[in-house]
């Protein structure tokens, strides 16, 4: 029998079952020696599912055990991937998603030149991820797309527009020349007693002194005057990054990629004395090299926008985006990942005030103390809540608040994606009370209450955490879920 008989036999089998397939996953079965080995065991999988797709895409393909040369394309845990790859490595970001996921869901799930969105952009990973696909390639897929990166949190802005932003990479070097320049003559300046500059005081910044050295606060102050001298705002953005970045490293903080913010012990501080000055030009020299290695390799003839508003009420009108790939929080700050917290000391010194750093622990998803208790949407999640609120309503109440807003989260996403288009949301599973959540499942049955239709979940363990994989509250997360979901026409 020939191969092409193989196949139509194969897939008939989808056919008898009412399913349709793909013509992606037509040509995967095609370029396979035993198609009807794999449908068979797909069949058999899908006895197992609470529900069963319509149409067989790639995906379910890759799944299989007998799939050949697929298997690497299904490898989601990346594990000797270079996550810090051009701008991804200018400035770290707690739970940031892996940019290798990033693209091949913008590559997988959306077309050259389609609107990408990500609600929760954190440092900037999606954005950047759909400018760095290769316009000059040959494959239609591989060009890149317009992007939307939003977020409330003003460091994550920042770093958001710096990573994404193409440079003249020839003006960039002139400008970090001409910066350290100044930075050096300043210096040279203040030791010899013929320079004052001004410094933030405990008022404007709270605990400045706790977390910060007398020395290095001068020096960081002297720093970013001479930053504030410059005339040209994308590479004064860049500029900034690379003092927050300095001003992590410089730091009382144990540890600077550690999401729980805590300061060095008595006799470690003792024996802390930062070089401020030569970390700033550590940091800025090698930005600069990342930023003009992403900058010749991407293209202007695509967009991106980083815009500043809550994922609950996204400023985009219906029917408007044709791809969204996110990672949400897993959970509210006071139980999970503290995004405001990690932040707090650059942003302080970034000059953002104090009272606008805590509205924004106030708005984020979960905060807002709601007055009743509503059972959200999803059967296995409806099962832990009640135990929980047994053990300690307090706690169910604040976790009730953060499913109520993912919950509208999810409503926005629906609203603003085409129909018939995607929606891929990475999370981990919280754990409440010792209790495991599964996000992957509640992501699911909140989704098709909202209008999405589940596709297909990819599993994906992390090899590397900058947190303990065990805590006081039992064991952090260890695993993230890729969740596809599709909106219907």
Known sequence: MSNQARV????????????????????????????????????????????????????????????????????????????????????????????????????????????????????????TEARIMKSDGSSEKERPR???????????????????????VVQLDKNASSLLVKIEELSSRKRRGKYEHKIPTEADFPRLNYWFKPHVIKDLAAIKECIAMSTDVDFRNFAYVCFSLTVLKVSNIYKTGDTFVKRLKPEELRKHNPKVLETFKAVLIDAVAKAKDFSRLCSDETEVDITLSDARHLPFSDGSIDLIVTSPPYGEEKNTVGYSRWSRLPSLWLGYESSWLRTLEKISLGARNYTYFTMPPSEKLNEIMVDVAKQDATLAMTANSFFQDYYLCLEEMARVLRPNHYCCIVIGNRSLKRRRIPMDIVTKEFGEKVGFRHEITHFRKIPIKAIPWVCAKGETIAQESIVVLKKGG
């Open 146 to 168: 317009n992007a939307i990166g939003n977020e409330i949190n003003p460091l994550a802005l920042l770093l958001s527009k710096v990573k994404s932003e193409i440079y003249d």
């Open 8 to 127: 139509k036999k194969a897939v008939q089998l989808f056919f008898d079952q009412g399913l349709s397939v793909s013509p992606k996953a037509m040509d995967l079965l095609s370029a396979t020696s035993n198609p009807e080995g794999i449908v068979k065991e797909i069949l058999n999988n899908m006895q197992k599912m609470n529900f069963k797709p319509l149409v067989i895409l790639p995906e379910h393909l890759e799944n299989s055990q007998n799939t050949f040369h697929t298997t690497a394309s299904n490898d989601w845990d990346f594990v000797n991937a270079n996550t810090q790859k051009f701008t991804h490595g200018i400035h770290p970001y707690p739970a940031r998603m892996v940019p290798q996921i990033a693209y091949r869901l913008i590559k997988r799930y959306s077309k050259p030149y389609d609107l990408v969105l990500d609600p929760f952009c954190g440092s900037g990973t999606v954005p």
